[in-house]
């Protein structure tokens, strides 16, 4: 099992910025993938940004992309969610999940965008982005 713990949500004025974390626990974190993904009000779960289990490959929606930066620090078994510039279409619901890769090198560089490919996720942190 893997425990997952969101922190840093919040209220935000439009152009403001935020930093999300999420804290595991449980297995080798080095062995997941990890990714964030929102869900807004009456709308499905969608992908936000992605890591690979090693860091060295990334992944981004399109909406987010240059306003993002996913990264994640393996020594800490965290991740971070760095939010610019920031829309009143970006408030969602914001959760971290996390897939299990294994260690072998092949999947050090790969990321995951799909919300069925994770197994593990956090309760999701509230971000409201309005003036």
């Known amino acids: 099992q893997v425990q997952l713990v969101e922190s840093g949500g919040g209220m935000v004025l439009p152009g403001g910025s935020l930093r999300l974390s999420c804290a595991a626990s449980?297995?080798?974190?080095?062995?997941?993938?990890m990714a964030w993904f929102r869900q807004a009000p009456g709308k499905e779960r969608e992908f936000v940004a992605a890591?690979?289990?090693?860091?060295?490959?990334?992944a981004y929606a399109n909406s987010i992309k240059d306003r993002f930066t996913i990264s994640r620090d393996n020594a800490k078994n965290t991740v971070t969610l760095q939010m610019n510039s920031l829309k009143p279409e970006d408030t969602a619901v914001y959760s971290c999940?996390?897939?299990?890769?294994?260690?072998?090198?092949?999947?050090?560089?790969?990321?995951?965008?799909?919300?069925?490919?994770?197994?593990?996720w956090g309760q999701g942190t509230q971000v409201t982005v309005s003036s």
């Open positions: 890591i690979s289990r090693s860091g060295l490959a990334t």
């Open positions: 449980g297995r080798t974190f080095s062995n997941y993938a």
């Open positions: 999940a996390a897939k299990f890769t294994g260690s072998l090198a092949y999947s050090a560089s790969y990321t995951y965008q799909q919300v069925a490919q994770y197994d593990y």
